[in-house]
């Protein structure tokens, strides 16, 4: 969730590209969906690498997807970044995603935000303070309507726990939120 309002930004030969996150969803290492479930493998060593570290990994063999390490080293855990507001390089964006792409659909979604951005695997493993890659904090008070916390989706293991976060009012989210249980709720701090 303190990642919502922050800045992602890109920069390669081809420009600057970046926006201000909108939306992400939580992953840990006890979590059935998180690919740190069964611990450390050449894929996902760097889930383990500690707090500043990206984890970029190939989604159904075609979208590169970030994910921002955010616990201590050894313990497996990420946030994906899902959605974006672009801020710079809209230009470079739209050729990246193509011309027929309409600007709502330009980053609301892990794998489009990330083409988008021009984000691939060779980032994986790379560090946010120094790399190409990077995140920066932003003016919080800058995101639209209220923050809530809903269950996550396209997944099928763990989708009922609220670990997907985004601002209500930001019409770059990729799906509108729906309501979350009680259960679901006590279950976000276990």
Not at 56 to 83: D, F, P, Q
């Amino acid at each position: 969730m303190d990642l919502l309002g922050c800045s992602l930004v890109h920069e390669t030969q081809e420009g600057v590209t970046a926006g201000i996150i909108v939306e992400t969803e939580a992953y840990r290492q006890y979590d059935p969906a998180c690919h740190a479930y069964n611990g450390p493998t050449m894929r996902n060593r760097n889930l383990f690498a500690g707090p500043g570290v990206v984890y970029v990994y190939l989604s159904y063999g075609v979208h590169s997807l970030i994910n921002l390490v955010c616990e201590k080293e050894g313990y497996g855990s990420a946030v994906l970044v899902r959605a974006l507001r672009p801020t710079e390089g809209v230009g470079l964006m739209q050729k990246r995603r193509g011309p027929k792409v309409k600007p709502k659909d330009l980053t609301n979604g892990p794998g489009k935000l990330s083409q988008a951005l021009g984000v691939d695997l060779s980032l994986d493993g790379g560090d946010l303070e120094s790399g190409p890659l990077r995140v920066f904090a932003d003016d919080f008070d800058a995101l639209r309507g209220e923050i809530v916390a809903t269950t996550r989706i396209g997944i099928t293991k763990g989708a009922e726990l609220p670990w997907r976060y985004l601002a209500t009012g930001e019409k770059d989210v990729s799906v509108k939120p729906g309501p979350v249980s009680a259960k679901n709720l006590r279950r976000l701090y276990r």
